[in-house]
Nanobody
């Protein structure tokens, strides 16, 4: 099992980024994939999750600003982030959630190395 995140960077408030999570060693039609984030000194926070059947779940205040999607052929999950705020600054990780379900958003069996997102003017 391997998950590799990319797409992070520095963006101004109100801007957008699209994160990618490339999965290998398993296929997305059998596993859920979630995104979570962690900022220095803060607890891990669930962002979004897409189930093995393609159902989307959003946590915290991401709904309405973030969109999760997947490409089964490319075995890749995306997180489109719009209207970014400085408080969205964190390292973003993708992973297989605990029990392979989008229940909690913060607990994962496997996750990648993360990609840094910084929202600042």
């Amino acid at each position: 099992v391997q998950l590799v995140e990319s797409g992070g960077g520095l963006v101004q408030p109100g801007g957008s980024l699209r994160l990618s999570c490339v999965a290998s060693g398993f296929t997305l039609d059998y596993f859920a994939i979630g995104w979570f984030r962690q900022a220095p000194g803060k607890e891990r926070e669930g962002v979004s999750c897409i189930s093995s059947s393609g159902r989307s779940t959003y946590y915290a205040d991401s709904e309405g600003r973030f969109t999760i999607s997947r490409d089964i052929v490319k075995n890749t999950v995306y997180l489109q982030m719009d209207s970014l705020k400085p408080e969205d600054t964190a390292v973003y990780y993708c992973g297989i959630p605990l029990a392979n379900g989008c229940y909690d958003g913060r607990r994962y069996d496997y996750y990648g190395q993360g990609t840094q997102v910084t929202v600042s003017s």
